[in-house]
C-alpha cells in the first residue's frame, strides 16, 4: 500500500484508541499513532487551448474517451469499462456500480449535452461495451498513439488521470461549488476535493465585506457621542 493508504487506515485505529480511552476507559490514555510521510498532492490540468490541442491530435477511439473523460471526471478504469446497461441517454444519465468505484460506493454521472454527444456518437459500435478499437472493447489507454498525440499537442508531464484533474480545475475555475464537486466526483470526503479550492476564492468573495466598514461605523459613532456630549 502506499503511505497515504496506510494513513487512512491508521486514522481509524486513531481513532478506536482515543475513544478506547476517552470514551471507554479501556486504556488509560490515548495512544499516538504517527502518519508517514506523503507526497506533495499533483494536481496537473490541461488549460482549454492545450485540451484543444490535444484533441486534435488524437485518434477518433481515443478522441470520444477523452472528450468523455473532461465532460464526466470519471476515473480511467470507469471509463473503458462502461457498458450501455450503465446509461441511460433519455434521462442525460449514467451510473457506476459500487463494485466499480475506489469508494466502493454507487457513483451517480449526470451527463451534460457534450458527454450525450460523444456517446450518441458511439451507439452500435457494440453490443455491451460503450467504447471500442476495431470492434472490441477499450481495456489500456496508456498507448503509443496517446504518448504520441500529447507529444505532438506539445504537452508535457501529463497522465490520463490528469484529465480528472482537469474536469475537477475546471469547475472550481467556473464557479461550481465544492460540495457539489464532491457530489459530482464521487469522491467520499472533502479532503480530497480541498486541493482544488485554491483554484477559485470566489466562494469566498461574496463574505469578505461582512466585516467591512465596522471600524469606520464605530468610529463615525463615537464622534457623534462626542460631538452630542460637547454640544451639552
Same mark, same amino acid.
Given at each position: 500500500?502506499?503511505?497515504?493508504?496506510?494513513?487512512?487506515?491508521?486514522?481509524?485505529?486513531?481513532?478506536?484508541?482515543?475513544?478506547?480511552?476517552?470514551?471507554?476507559?479501556?486504556?488509560?490514555?490515548?495512544?499516538?499513532?504517527?502518519?508517514?510521510?506523503?507526497?506533495?498532492?499533483?494536481?496537473?490540468?490541461?488549460?482549454?487551448?492545450?485540451?484543444?490541442?490535444?484533441?486534435?491530435?488524437?485518434?477518433?477511439?481515443?478522441?470520444?474517451?477523452?472528450?468523455?473523460?473532461?465532460?464526466?471526471?470519471?476515473?480511467?478504469?470507469?471509463?473503458?469499462?462502461?457498458?450501455?446497461?450503465?446509461?441511460?441517454?433519455?434521462?442525460?444519465?449514467?451510473?457506476?456500480?459500487?463494485?466499480?468505484?475506489?469508494?466502493?460506493?454507487?457513483?451517480?454521472?449526470?451527463?451534460?449535452?457534450?458527454?450525450?454527444?460523444?456517446?450518441?456518437?458511439?451507439?452500435?459500435?457494440?453490443?455491451?461495451?460503450?467504447?471500442?478499437?476495431?470492434?472490441?472493447?477499450?481495456?489500456?489507454?496508456?498507448?503509443?498513439?496517446?504518448?504520441?498525440?500529447?507529444?505532438?499537442?506539445?504537452?508535457?508531464?501529463?497522465?490520463?488521470?490528469? !484529465?480528472?484533474?482537469?474536469?475537477? &480545475?475546471? %469547475? @472550481?475555475? #467556473?464557479?461550481?461549488? /465544492?460540495?457539489?464537486?464532491?457530489?459530482?466526483?464521487?469522491?467520499?470526503?472533502?479532503?480530497?476535493?480541498?486541493?482544488?479550492?485554491? !483554484?477559485?476564492?470566489?466562494?469566498? &468573495?461574496? %463574505? @469578505?465585506? #461582512?466585516?467591512?466598514? /465596522?471600524?469606520?461605523?464605530?468610529?463615525?459613532?463615537?464622534?457623534?457621542?462626542?460631538?452630542?456630549?460637547?454640544?451639552?
Amino acid at each position: 500500500m502506499s503511505n497515504g493508504t496506510v494513513n487512512r487506515y491508521m486514522q481509524i485505529v486513531s481513532r478506536v484508541l482515543r475513544r478506547a480511552a476517552l470514551d471507554w476507559e479501556w486504556i488509560d490514555k490515548p495512544v499516538k499513532v504517527r502518519s508517514l510521510p506523503e507526497p506533495k498532492i499533483r494536481i496537473r490540468f490541461l488549460t482549454s487551448e492545450e485540451a484543444a490541442r490535444l484533441i486534435n491530435e488524437l485518434p477518433p477511439h481515443l478522441e470520444a474517451m477523452v472528450r468523455f473523460s473532461l465532460a464526466t471526471g470519471l476515473r480511467k478504469s470507469n471509463v473503458t469499462k462502461l457498458i450501455w446497461s450503465q446509461v441511460n441517454l433519455q434521462d442525460r444519465r449514467a451510473w457506476i456500480p459500487a463494485d466499480q468505484a475506489k469508494g466502493k460506493r454507487a457513483i451517480p454521472v449526470p451527463l451534460s449535452s457534450e458527454a450525450v454527444e460523444v456517446l450518441r456518437k458511439e451507439l452500435f459500435k457494440h453490443p455491451t461495451h460503450v467504447f471500442t478499437f476495431r470492434g472490441k472493447p477499450i481495456t489500456q489507454v496508456n498507448t503509443k498513439a496517446w504518448h504520441a498525440a500529447l507529444k505532438r499537442a506539445g504537452i508535457v508531464d501529463f497522465r490520463w488521470h490528469d !484529465l480528472r484533474h482537469t474536469w475537477a &480545475s475546471w %469547475h @472550481v475555475q #467556473n464557479g461550481t461549488p /465544492i460540495y457539489v464537486l464532491k457530489e459530482l466526483g464521487g469522491w467520499a470526503d472533502m479532503e480530497m476535493v480541498q486541493k482544488y479550492a485554491h !483554484l477559485s476564492p470566489g466562494h469566498l &468573495s461574496q %463574505h @469578505v465585506e #461582512n466585516v467591512s466598514g /465596522i471600524i469606520d461605523s464605530e468610529v463615525k459613532e463615537e464622534l457623534v457621542t462626542n460631538w452630542l456630549r460637547s454640544g451639552q
